[in-house]
């Protein structure tokens, strides 16, 4: 199984990007989704989750009420929909995958994507 992560870029502050992650190998419906990003100089911090099967989201405090988690079946893809983006929104965003569990922010990942770079300017 495979996650390609795609859809970061350059945005001004309050703009919106849509991310996405996208597998391979495996009916995405199986698999819980979770967004992380990473800051330079900062931890990983867990942004968004959609459970496996029933499709239950998660977000972070930080992103709620911004960000949309949603789920493609057709498209085998997860898609982060980040609406009034803040420069500190910045960061590497990566999608993890955990097999026919739940998995929210806590690590035990089967599948990892690559990162994709959002930088938001003031």
């Known amino acids: 199984v495979q996650l390609q992560a795609s859809g970061g870029g350059l945005v001004q502050a309050g703009g919106s990007l849509r991310l996405s992650c996208a597998a391979s190998?495996?009916?995405?419906?199986?698999?819980?989704i979770d967004w992380f990003r990473q800051a330079p100089g900062k931890e990983r911090e867990f942004v968004a989750a959609?459970?496996?099967?029933?499709?239950?989201?998660y977000y972070a405090d930080s992103v709620k009420g911004r960000f949309t988690i949603s789920r493609d079946n057709a498209k085998n893809t997860v898609y982060l929909q980040m609406n009034s983006l803040k420069p500190e929104d910045t960061a590497v965003y990566y999608c993890?995958?955990?097999?026919?569990?739940?998995?929210?922010?806590?690590?035990?990942?089967?599948?990892w994507g690559q990162g994709t770079l959002v930088t938001v300017s003031s």
């Open positions: 190998g495996r009916t995405i419906s199986t698999i819980t």
């Open positions: 959609i459970t496996w099967n029933s499709g239950v989201r």
């Open positions: 993890a995958g955990a097999l026919s569990r739940t998995v929210v922010g806590a690590g035990g990942y089967d599948y």
